[in-house]
């Protein structure tokens, strides 16, 4: 069993109560966009372990799983897991960080463009 496998277990149980993902997202409070990362199995979408182990209890209570049975078969699954190696997380450590400056950069060049416009020092071309 895998997290996919997981997550298609999820699905199975939650369908079988006539139950929607909005229905979980309200009674939980868990957002909609990590129920749907935890039924289709993307990890990488989940935040860390400790609040994914208190979101599954929280679906599994609202729809009628043991909620410790549930977790259980989560930890099986996470276990077999491979942890990823130390080079794909400095790839991603990377990536983030160039995505972050690439976002400051943005930041930072529409700040002195609203500021050059402001002061009258650049044409505003929205002004008619």
């Given at each position: 069993?895998?997290?996919?496998?997981?997550?298609?277990?999820l699905?199975?149980q939650?369908?079988l109560r006539?139950?929607s993902?909005a229905d979980?997202?309200?009674a939980t409070?868990?957002p909609?966009?990590?129920?749907t990362?935890?039924?289709e199995?993307?990890?990488e979408?989940?935040?860390a372990?400790v609040?994914?182990?208190?979101?599954?209890?929280?679906y599994?209570?609202?729809i009628?799983?043991?909620p410790e049975?549930?977790?259980l078969?989560?930890?099986e699954?996470?276990?077999?897991?491979p942890?990823?190696?130390p080079?794909a997380?400095?790839q991603?450590?990377?990536?983030?960080?160039?995505?972050g400056?690439t976002v400051?950069l943005l930041v930072?060049?529409?700040?002195?463009c609203?500021?050059l416009?402001?002061?009258?020092?650049l044409?505003?071309?929205?002004a008619?």
């Open positions: 069993m895998d997290h996919l496998d997981f997550g298609k277990y699905t199975q939650r369908e006539g139950m993902r979980i997202s309200r409070k868990i909609p966009s990590l129920i990362a935890l039924e199995g993307q990890v979408r989940l935040p372990r609040f994914v182990v208190s979101y599954i209890r929280a599994a209570q609202v009628g799983l043991e049975e549930a977790v078969r989560y930890e699954v996470h276990k077999a897991t942890a990823p190696t080079a997380l400095e991603e450590r990377r990536r983030r960080a160039w995505v400056l400051m930072l060049a529409l700040g002195v609203a500021f416009m402001a002061t009258g020092k044409p505003n071309p929205f008619g």
